[in-house]
């Protein structure tokens, strides 16, 4: 190989005269035989895609060249102008000015002629291909799947042929015309194009075929998000929003879909915690929420989550579905539960201190009938006398919750019923001096109940409004048809409603969270069972209690009936 410093001398015409312009080139040749062999020889590479003028140049880079780079034609002759080089290798096919052309334009120029040609391509592989190139007079013709080690071999024979040895004269090529050239060169590309056109026809039909799977798979899947028996929410991992919906959840909150995607997060009641864990969720997760409906009811909620795809995927997959009605279901069994444990309770109570409690009562009473008892100790037996009967009390209330028998049902007019309780109270108001304003709407829907458990209801919460009531105070009843749920109900609509008002001090939030406990009261002297029994009876009949503080004050109690059908 040539040393580092070494460059082709320039060549001289004969007789010692400088040479002329069609010798230019030889400035970088070397010298007749017996001259020094080049250092290194200048290629230039001229190829429209980047990547291939960079493997090119540091391949020949590696084997000892000075590659100089052009991305087509254009660039070449322009580049060729400015600075001579001692072979070109050029792709057949490119843009402006493809191989072909500059061939013919560099073997037209005398200066530039003897410069040796390789065509290096992928594309023009035929015969036809290479005898079109060598009547154009491209050195070598070099296909680009035969790997780049026939290209540098290609340029190591050009040049040593042509740089390192002296070779017999070479006939020149007969050149064609440029009429030929432009039949040959135009055949030859409409060819080209014809295969590129079957061949994008071929793409053209796998990639239909492709979308029409893709469509058909798309199809499939919005098909069974749509129909799917449980809500589906699709959330967005960053924000929280809606981005999509299947028509169970759109029915579940009583939103359009529009209305969903507007939404800032999906309307948990209380739900920060689990909507942290729901959007950080990177696997499957469950858990119980409360959601609220877009008439304002709130839903119970069983909540599955998990990643749509893979962890890195910003969307979530949320599926919902309502269990209102189930949790109210095993809110009845553990009040069943209760009931049973209360029923043995009962049992035991009877037993054990129903008999010694009837004799303490007698001797108490027997002790008031003696004569020449101070006013004093006849207070106290009154006293213990009165805690007798209460303890008696609290044991036929306690009696009477275990022995709920099932109802005997009859269609009644909720307005008759509501009639004979305010008769019942006729007492207690007057003792109190209540008002009682009552709001009965006529030909009201029949309800299927046993008229004297409900009535039992209707007194029981009747005389608690009357007790929660300042002298001289009202207690409004009113009947009336639901078609719509109120805030807290939990039954279907329409349903018949039978609503009691006081205008008492009302309640604390901690205490309407016991209200239907046993043995838990707020009025004085009271035995805590009233309210449990009561809610008891409605469960029996498909009905339901509710209660909630009053606008102002006071307390609202509803009573609700499913219409009898």
């Known amino acids: 190989m040539p040393t580092a410093d070494q460059r082709p001398p320039t060549p001289s015409s004969p007789g010692g005269q400088k040479p002329s312009a069609d010798d230019h080139l030889q400035h970088a040749s070397p010298p007749p035989a017996g001259g020094e062999t080049p250092l290194s020889l200048k290629v230039l590479l001229v190829d429209d895609v980047p990547e291939n003028l960079a493997l090119l140049e540091d391949v020949l880079s590696e084997n000892g060249y000075e590659p100089v780079l052009a991305r087509n034609g254009l660039e070449a002759l322009q580049y060729l102008r400015m600075s001579p080089v001692h072979l070109i290798v050029a792709d057949a096919m490119m843009p402006k000015m493809d191989g072909f052309q500059l061939c013919k334009e560099v073997k037209a120029q005398a200066l530039w002629a003897k410069i040796p040609f390789i065509i290096y391509t992928g594309n023009y592989v035929d015969g036809a291909d290479q005898e079109f190139a060598r009547s154009i007079g491209v050195d070598r013709y070099v296909v680009k799947y035969a790997g780049l080690g026939t290209l540098v071999q290609a340029v190591n024979d050009l040049a040593q042929d042509q740089y390192g040895f002296t070779k017999a004269p070479v006939p020149t090529q007969a050149r064609i015309d440029d009429q030929v050239f432009l039949e ?7 060819k080209k194009l ?4 079957a061949e994008l026809e071929m793409y053209a039909e796998t990639l ?13 899947y919005r098909s069974l998000f749509d129909n799917a028996s449980i809500a589906i929410y699709i959330i967005d991992r960053n924000s929280g929003k809606v981005l999509d919906a299947n028509k169970q959840g759109r029915q579940l909150l009583g939103h359009t879909r529009e209305e969903l995607l507007a939404l800032p997060v999906l309307p948990f009641v209380d ?3 689990l909507s942290e864990r729901m959007l950080d969720a990177n696997i499957f997760l469950t858990g119980e929420a409360a959601i609220r409906k877009a008439t304002g009811e709130t839903l119970d909620v069983e909540v599955g989550v998990g990643p749509l795809t893979s962890p890195e995927e910003n969307r979530v997959l949320l599926y919902v579905r309502d269990i209102t009605i189930e949790k109210k279901m095993r809110e009845q069994l553990m009040q069943a539960e209760k009931m049973s444990l209360m029923g043995r309770l009962a049992a035991g109570i009877a037993h054990e201190i129903r008999n010694p409690l009837a004799a303490v009562t007698l001797n108490l009473q027997f002790l008031l009938s ?13 006293d213990a006398l009165d805690g007798a009967r209460r303890v008696e009390s609290v044991m036929e209330n306690t009696l009477s919750l275990a022995r709920i028998t099932p109802p005997v049902l009859k269609a009644e007019q909720i307005n008759d019923l ?13 003792q109190k001096r209540v008002q009682v304003e009552t709001l009965l709407v006529p030909g009201l829907p029949q309800i299927t109940v046993d008229a004297k458990q409900i009535q039992q209801v209707m007194l029981n919460v009747m005389q608690n409004a009357v007790d ?8 409004t009843v009113a009947t009336g048809l639901l078609e719509e749920p109120v805030r807290g109900q939990t039954i279907g609509c329409p349903c018949v409603v039978m609503t009691i008002r006081d205008r008492g001090t009302g309640m604390s939030e901690e205490q309407y969270k016991h209200l239907f406990e046993h043995f838990r009261t707020n009025k004085p002297g009271g035995t805590g069972l009233g309210l449990a029994m009561s809610k008891q009876i409605m469960l029996r009949h498909n009905g339901e209690i509710t209660l909630e503080p009053a606008p102002g004050s006071g307390t609202i109690v509803r009573l609700l009936f499913p219409v009898r059908r």
């Open 184 to 190: 040959k060169h135009h055949a030859i590309i409409i």
């Open 468 to 475: 929660a009531s300042s002298e001289e105070g009202t207690v």
């Open 271 to 273: 739900g920060g915690e």
């Open 418 to 430: 509501a009639g004979q309780v305010l008769g019942f109270l006729h007492i207690s108001v007057q």
């Open 208 to 220: 239909v075929g492709k979308n029409r799977e893709i469509q058909a798979s798309e199809d499939r």
């Open 370 to 382: 003696r004569e020449g008892i101070d006013e004093k100790a006849r207070g106290l037996i009154n």
């Open 194 to 197: 014809e295969e590129k056109m």
